[in-house]
């Protein structure tokens, strides 16, 4: 398997999601999750972490964290590693808890760190677990409206100066509360080449500093998917491969676009006249006909490898 791409440096901000090994879960009560809570608080006081969001849920979890030392890979070593120690010895187990690749997404702070708190916030609610994330004690929500004091170690301010002075902590909850009962796209969807989610001028800007010189081999895919390729080079490459089939060519090329290209959804759906939800679901469709067809499989796969996108 490819070994997914980390940008690491000063001020950098993530989004971080981490998996229990198989799915399964990583905490099987409050002590659980209180001790897991103490990890967060530590890596904050020994390694420098700011961590902005939380959420810990049944077999994952989310952090929104920036790490003014530039040391990521630390500060994730940390966390996990001392709450494996921990949760194998209390629950006289042994082996991996969690997944070997944890998911740190680069994020331009600026742009995108409401809505991904918005959305971290959230999962509870989408899991079905309470109907008001006010209702989850094991997130950092009640943190940013006031409903519970903010631990020492958690940094709300920085976010919360984005929705004002005195009454942020009422706008932030206004704003979560306007997604409460609307399907919201996972804003992750955006991320090029599952790496690094910002506008074009900061994809470049990261691209200059800090992969200038990084091959870009079977190790990190992920690299070569900050090539851009546009929608209409991949529709025009599809028309061609598919030609008298329009209908067909159409749906290979939102699929190839959705899966493997670094073009964002926004870009996607007005190239082809849709909306960023109907790019997903026609992405989706098309892949279970692709499951079923092994003869399309190979072709749709031909038409990828010739416009160098690459499966990351």
């Keep these: 398997m490819s070994r997914p791409l980390r940008i690491e440096y000063p001020e950098a901000f993530y989004h971080i999601t ?40 049944g077999n994952h979890y989310h952090l929104l964290m920036s790490t003014p030392a530039g040391n990521l890979a630390q500060i994730l070593r940390h966390i996990n590693g001392a709450y494996t120690n921990y949760y194998n010895s209390r629950h006289r187990r042994s082996g991996h808890l969690f997944q070997g690749r944890y998911r740190a997404i680069l994020v331009e702070a600026d742009e995108y760190a409401g809505q991904l708190s918005r959305y971290i916030h959230l999962n509870p609610v989408r899991a079905g677990i309470v109907s008001d994330p006010k209702d989850y004690s094991w997130s950092s929500y009640s943190a940013y409206t006031g409903e519970k004091r903010s631990p020492a170690w958690l940094t709300t301010k920085w ?58 081999d079977r190790d990190l895919p992920a690299l070569a998917t900050l090539i851009r390729v546009t929608p209409e080079k991949i529709d025009r490459k599809t028309q061609q491969e598919f030609q008298g089939k329009p209908e067909l060519a159409r749906k290979v090329a939102i699929y190839l676009c959705h899966r493997f290209s670094n073009v964002p959804l926004r870009e996607i759906g007005n190239h082809f006249s849709v909306g960023e ?27 990828r490898r010739g416009l160098r996108v690459c499966n990351v």
């Design 159 to 216: 976010l919360l100066k984005y929705f004002g002075g005195r009454s942020a902590q009422k706008v932030y909850r206004k704003f979560v509360e306007a997604k409460l009962d609307v399907p919201e796209e996972d804003p992750l969807n955006e991320a090029i080449g599952s790496a690094i989610l910002g506008r074009r001028d900061f994809v470049d800007e990261i691209k200059a500093k800090y992969l200038k010189g990084r091959s870009s």
């Design 277 to 303: 939800s109907a790019v997903s679901q026609a992405s989706r469709r098309f892949q279970v006909e692709l499951s079923l067809d092994k003869t399309l499989r190979k072709k749709v796969e031909g038409v």
């Design 18 to 57: 981490v998996r229990g090994n198989e799915r399964k879960d990583i905490y099987r009560d409050d002590r659980d999750r209180e001790q897991f809570l103490s990890y967060l608080e530590s890596a904050v006081v020994r390694y420098g972490a700011a961590i902005h969001v939380y959420c810990l849920m």
